[in-house]
């Protein structure tokens, strides 16, 4: 019996998993280099362990992907699962509790960056792959993909799945890199949404000048950078920027009913949050405003005197980081063209304005009715004792529209990780509990799979 397995061998399971947590896989920071190619060949070597036929570290213009496979009856259907080993940064490191990457285990759950998103929820396949080849169960073929620029946008990962389509061959990706709504109330992520990740940058007068003797005479980049920012959404929270929901898909009564049927306590939310009210889009729920509509977010700004004490200056610049995240039918190309256009176009003139488009990405939703769905429901409902619920991440993983696009494939998005696990946070966490119920879940989904594909 598969828990029987998970019972010998979980203290392994764990220790295996904190020895790739220790490696620092950050792949936004260069100095990090050579940590991401050791994280990569850290799981590849996991791999090999576990039973796959081949596993090959392949490198990009960035950051490698890791391929494997395990081919045992070309008649059966074949599952490629994805994840990713990359992390984000860890700062600020004086938050966390205890180092980011000296993983501790507190309250059964696996503190260090990268429990959760997505080393621990990607180490749940190797370990659940291991189960079903040492008990002989394996019911599919599977590949794996696991790539080390997720967090960076995943550039890299579209030119590698244009050129191995032949590879890549599947019937359905598997993907655990998103949460279920609580661990008595199991859930299937049905959709993710897009981004457009924009950086701006004003300037004024052409160097910082005495605040003092050209203060109040000359606009200032910061004052106006402001101004221009909260003009982006009115008062009812509506982003302002012409044409911005044009395309946005109308979510159906019907979807809008079964969301308000998810069990979320909003007093309990603002407390967590540490907050006392909640604010967002007027005419949507909280749950309808971090998964089915758009949203428009100030992530840093930044210009003039920040440092120690105080400095008397008008700067010549300011900047800020936003980004939006999207819904079908939104494209991340058009809203950020929208963007850069409107932005340009609020700017009085004794600004010089500079728009820059970082990574984006499209949204993404799963059917509901798939065999593949209806064999993860399956397998949740065995293992959760619960029939699992389907909600929408706020979120955003770009590859998924891309597997869509470029493979014809289409994704199962059953991820175990909790809302509270502080993911992209100091103190992100893995609860022992969604680590084992994984690898417990997921030879499920493969057998019901088999059957019902
Ligand atoms: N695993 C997350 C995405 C996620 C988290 C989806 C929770 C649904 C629920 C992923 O690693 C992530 O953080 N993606 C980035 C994408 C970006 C860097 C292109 C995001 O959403 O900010
Ligand atoms: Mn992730
Ligand atoms: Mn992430």
Known sequence: MASQYIQKHKDRFISE????????????????????????????????????????ICPTKGHPIVYAEKINDPAKPTILVYGHYDVQPADPLNLWTSPPFEPVIKDEKIYARGACDDKGQVYMHVKAFEMMMKENTLACNVKFIIEGEEEVGSANLEEFIRSNTEKLKADIVLISDTEIFDNKVPSICVGLRGLSYMEVTLTGPNRDLHSGVYGGAVANPVQVLCEMITSLKDKNNHITIPGFYKDVLKVSNNERKLMAKIPFKENAYKKDLGVKELRG??????????????????????????????????????????????????????????????????????????VKEHHGGEPAVTPIDSPAYLAACKAMRDTFGKEPIPTRGGGSIPIVALFEKVLGLKSVLMGFGLESDNIHSPNEKFGVFNFLKGIETIPLFYKYYAEMA
């Open 17 to 56: 998993l904190i020895e790739w947590l220790k490696i620092p896989s950050v792949s936004a920071d260069s100095k990090y280099k050579n940590d991401v190619q050791r994280a990569a060949e850290y799981v590849r070597s996991r791999l090999l362990e576990a039973g796959v036929s081949n596993a090959e």
């Open 281 to 354: 889009e007027k005419g949507y729920t909280t749950l309808e405003r971090v998964s089915v509509r758009p949203t428009l977010e100030l992530n840093g700004i930044w210009g003039g005197y920040t440092g120690e004490g105080s400095k008397t200056v008008l700067p010549s610049k300011a900047s800020a980081k936003i980004s939006m995240r999207l819904v079908p039918n939104q494209t991340s190309k058009k809203i950020s063209g929208l963007f850069a256009k409107h932005f340009r176009k609020i700017a009085p003139p004794s600004m010089k304005v500079e």
